[in-house]
Structure formats: structure tokens, C-alpha cells
């Protein structure tokens, strides 16, 4: 199978977002465009939304999954990213490496298991090799238990577990991938990358 990526500028990019946010139920709270424009403001960052055809309309084409990642800085000022490189310090070498960090994304339901979440996951990594990052970092819940299986089959590790004592779903995971420009060759995703206007 052969995926559809648009590659989005930022300030399109963050209203799709917010527009593709609304049909993923399990987020108690969406991002809107303001936040997404504020995150990615002044820093490397990357919009990719992967489309695929209606099953009883093969020619009409709509968003299924999204992924957005963003340079993550040892000197943050923004509390919720200063915050982030406070937690992963120790885990996660700042010093003389870039570092990516895969912040929001998904697939809706009905288009889970097809392989596009990989498909985004590849693109970014071919992206952020190309523009010269060491290392991709993601956090996620415990409860999320498919995020965590298509991570482990991104070959990420866990590098820093966080309990939550009072329920260990909401206890936070934080994982880590090395980027190396040999990992292009292993991909397994046929992408078409097209820039979105």
C-alpha cells in the first residue's frame, strides 16, 4: 500500500489540526490553532497529515491520521516544554545534540491497523535525519496501550517511567529513538509526500 503524506505550512497545518482533532473522541482536550501556532513559532517543527480514500468512495480522499514534531531545546522557556526537558534530563543528552520531540498526532478509529501512523513515523524520522537531528523523543501514557505497541515497533525504548500512584494507567512514559541515517534503508512505508498549500 502506498500512503498519502501532505507536508503542511504552519499556519494552514494548525488549523487542520484543530479541524482533524475533533474526530478523535479519546482527547479530553484538543489543541486549537493559536496553541499550535504559539508551540511552533520560532522553532523546527513538522505538520504531516496522511489522507486515504472513503471505503464507499474511493474518490474522495480525507485526513485519517496527523503528526506533529518540533525541536525540543535544552533551554526552554515555555513552562509545559521547560518542564519537559526538567523530566527528561539524565534520561536524554541535550548537550551538543538536537533533539525532536513528537508531540500530538493519531489515527481515527476507523483507519487504525493500516499502517498510516508508521507511514507519518517514517516521514518525520527521513525529515528530521535530513535536518540534522540525533534523537526523537515522545511521551505517552501507560493506559495507551496501542501508542505504546506501535512505538515498540518503531524500535523506540523506554528511557524514563513516571508513577502515578494513585492509578498506574495515568502514569507517564517516556521514550527515545536514536536517529541514524541508516534507518531510512530499513523503512517499510511506500510514501508520496506532497506539499500542502
Known sequence: ?????????????ALEIQYIEEYFGEFPRRKTA???????ENRSSLILMAEAPLQDDPGSLVPVSYKIVHELRPDETEPKLHDLVARLRGHISFEAHRVLYSWIGGTRRD??????????SEECESWAIASGFDQIVVKTKNRFYDMRAALAQLHFDVV??????????????YLAK????????GHRSIRTVVQAE
Open 111 to 120: 483507519w487504525r491497523g493500516q499502517g498510516h501512523f508508521r507511514a507519518l
Open 178 to 185: 536514536q536517529l541514524i541515517a541508516d534507518m531510512v534503508r
Open 160 to 173: 524514563k517511567f513516571e508513577t502515578n500512584a494513585l492509578d498506574n494507567a495515568d502514569s507517564k512514559v
Open 1 to 13: 500500500m502506498e500512503y498519502l503524506i501532505k507536508q503542511y505550512p504552519l499556519e494552514t497545518g
Open 34 to 40: 493559536r496553541e499550535i501556532l504559539a508551540r511552533l
